[in-house]
C-alpha cells in the first residue's frame, strides 16, 4: 500500500502528538512582569528596556521573553502571573518589580511549578526557605549583607544611636526586621521607628518624631525616588545627623529627588554605582561594561541597577537551561522542575551585580562580593574608601 507524502505527514503528526506532552514547544518561554507604570515605574522602566538584552539562545533552544505590566499593582501582578502561566505555558517567570508584589504571587508559582526569578529587595521572598519559596530564586542582595555592611560602618563611626524609617510593606519589613536584629547584635541602639507608603508626598509627621529622638544616624529604608522624601524632610527640618539608605535607593533619581541633602549619605550596593573606580581585576566589571553599552545604544540613556537585576535574571536562565534540556523539553512540567534544580545548582556565574552561588537554603547567591560601601559626594555616587 502506497501513502502519499500529505498523509505519511499527517500520520507523523497525529503519532507525534501522542508521545509529545500537551503544551511542550520548541522554544523556551520565559514570562516578565515588571511595574513600567504606576508608583514603582522609576524602577520598572528599566527592567522593562532591558527585556530586549536578554539572551535569545540557551542550549540550542531559542528563548522567547512574554512582557506584562502589572501598573505597580500586586493585584494585576497576580493577574499576570495566572496569565502567563496558564495561558502562554511559560517555563520560567522574570519579575515582578516591587517587594510586595513578589510576595503577592509565589503560591502561583510553587502551585504550578514555575521557578520565577525575582528582582526585588526584600529576603522575605526566599527567606525563610518553605515549600513555597523553593520555586523563588532572587537576583538583587539580600538584605543582611547589605546590612552588615551599614552595620561595620556605623559602628567604625562611633555611631550609637540609630532612627529608622522605611515603607510599610514587605520591603520595610523585612529590613526594619534584619536591621534591628544587627544592631542590638552589634550594640546599636534603635531609638525610633516610623513607617509610610510609597505613595505619600509628605512624611512631616514621622521626620518631626524622629527629630525628637535625636538620632546619631537614620536608615530610610525605601525605593527609587520614593527613598528621597524622608530624607528631604529631615534635612529640611534641621536633621545634622548622618543618612544611610538601603540599595533600593541605588538610582540616578534618588541624586535627583534628594538633591544637596544627598550629599554624604551612605548605601551599599552592586559596582554599578561607582564602576570608573572598581579595578579591572573585579571579574563582574567586563559583564557591567557590556550590559551598559548595550543599553546606551538601545535607549540613550545608562541603565538603573534594577535593570542589571533583570539582565541577571537572564543569564542565570541561560546558565541553568541546557542543564535542564538533558531532562526534559520546554513546556512540560518536567523541563520546569529541572530548570529550577538547575538554577539552585548555580555556582560561581559571574554577573552584573556580583557572583552567584546557589543552595537549597539560598536562592539568592550572592557574598560580600555583591556589593560596595558607597557615598554621595558633590552629587554623584563615589567608593567610600
Avoid: C
Avoid at 75 to 99: M, N, R, Y
Avoid at 139 to 147: D, F, K, M, P, R
Wanted: aromatic residues 6%.
Amino acid at each position: 500500500m502506497r501513502f502519499s507524502s500529505a498523509a505519511l505527514a499527517a500520520a507523523l503528526a497525529a503519532a507525534l502528538a501522542l508521545v509529545l506532552p500537551l503544551h511542550a514547544h520548541a522554544q523556551v518561554k520565559v514570562g516578565v512582569v515588571v511595574s513600567a507604570t504606576g508608583p514603582t515605574a522609576l524602577v520598572g522602566i528599566p527592567q522593562k528596556n532591558t527585556v530586549p538584552l536578554l539572551p535569545t539562545q540557551a542550549g540550542g533552544q531559542s528563548i522567547e521573553y512574554i512582557t506584562l505590566d502589572d501598573a505597580s499593582d500586586p493585584t494585576q501582578t497576580v493577574t499576570a502571573f495566572k496569565k502567563l502561566i496558564s495561558e502562554t505555558h511559560v517555563d520560567a517567570l522574570i519579575g515582578p518589580t516591587g517587594s510586595p508584589n513578589a510576595m503577592s504571587v509565589l503560591q502561583f508559582a510553587a502551585e504550578s511549578g514555575t521557578p520565577m526569578l525575582a528582582p526585588v529587595g526584600a529576603a522575605s521572598v526566599v527567606l525563610p526557605m518553605t515549600e513555597q519559596k523553593k520555586w523563588a530564586f532572587k537576583t538583587t542582595q539580600n538584605t543582611g549583607i547589605i546590612a552588615q555592611a551599614l552595620v561595620e560602618d556605623m559602628v567604625g563611626r562611633g555611631i550609637k544611636t540609630v532612627g529608622f524609617i522605611g515603607f510599610a510593606d514587605a520591603y520595610g519589613d523585612d529590613w526594619h526586621q534584619v536591621f534591628s536584629r544587627m544592631a542590638q547584635e552589634a550594640g546599636l541602639d534603635l531609638i525610633a521607628t516610623e513607617r509610610y507608603q510609597r505613595t505619600d508626598s509628605s512624611v512631616t509627621g514621622q521626620a518631626l518624631k524622629l527629630l525628637a529622638a535625636r538620632p546619631d544616624a537614620i536608615l530610610i529604608a525605601g525605593t527609587g525616588g520614593a527613598a528621597a522624601l524622608p530624607q528631604t524632610t529631615l534635612a529640611q527640618q534641621g536633621y545634622k545627623g548622618r543618612f544611610y539608605q538601603t540599595h533600593g535607593a541605588a538610582l540616578p533619581a534618588f541624586l535627583k529627588f534628594a538633591g544637596p541633602a544627598a550629599e554624604g549619605t551612605i548605601l551599599a550596593a552592586s559596582l554599578m554605582l561607582v564602576l570608573p573606580e572598581i579595578p579591572d581585576s573585579n571579574p563582574s566589571k567586563p559583564i557591567v561594561q557590556d550590559y551598559i553599552q548595550r543599553y546606551e545604544a538601545m535607549h540613550g540613556e545608562k541603565p538603573a541597577t534594577f535593570g542589571a537585576n533583570v539582565y541577571d535574571a537572564g543569564l542565570l536562565l541561560q546558565h541553568a537551561i541546557p542543564t535542564a534540556l538533558k531532562s526534559a523539553q520546554p513546556g512540560t512540567p518536567e523541563f520546569r522542575r529541572a530548570l529550577r534544580d538547575a538554577l539552585e545548582q548555580t555556582h560561581e556565574l559571574v554577573a552584573t551585580q556580583g557572583v552567584y552561588s546557589m543552595t537549597p537554603e539560598d536562592h539568592s547567591g550572592f557574598d560580600q562580593r555583591g556589593r560596595e560601601l558607597i557615598t554621595v559626594k558633590n552629587g554623584a555616587w563615589t567608593l567610600l574608601r
